[in-house]
Nanobody
Framework: QVQLVESGGDSVESGGSLRLSCAASGVTYSRYCMGWFRQAPGKEREEVASIHTDSSTWYADSVKGRFTISRDNAENTVYLQMNSLKVEDTATYYC???????????????WGQGTQVTVSS
């Protein structure tokens, strides 16, 4: 019943920046872990970053130091700030929600429709 809508994807040059947004509805947003995933053509979907209800964060090694996940509970929105973009960051990016499971996030089971990020050289 959770609805997630991503926005902010675009085509940018290598080294540029983008900020993705994910608006949530139909959920008590502040009680869910939120995550960003991406999938490139011919590749498996991979988790990029996640943020817990206490705002603790996790990042994939490939994006550490370049991407920042944050959340604004008052606006029911999660963000992914992407800096120093590389061609290999090109993918469809998906927002997802998961129930909390102690210190960890449970299974991400609610997904947005995706937003395309294309990084050119």
């Amino acid at each position: 019943q959770v609805q997630l809508v991503e926005s902010g994807g675009d085509s940018v040059e290598s080294g540029g920046s983008l900020r993705l947004s994910c608006a949530a509805s139909g959920v008590t947003y502040s009680r869910y872990c939120m995550g960003w995933f991406r999938q490139a053509p011919g590749k498996e979907r991979e988790e990029v970053a996640s943020i817990h209800t206490d705002s603790s964060t996790w990042y994939a090694d490939s994006v550490k130091g370049r991407f920042t996940i944050s959340r604004d509970n008052a606006e029911n929105t999660v963000y992914l700030q992407m800096n120093s973009l590389k061609v290999e960051d090109t993918a469809t990016y998906y927002c997802a929600a998961a129930p909390v499971w102690g210190e960890f996030c449970g299974t991400f089971r609610d997904w947005g429709q995706g937003t395309q990020v294309t990084v050119s050289s």
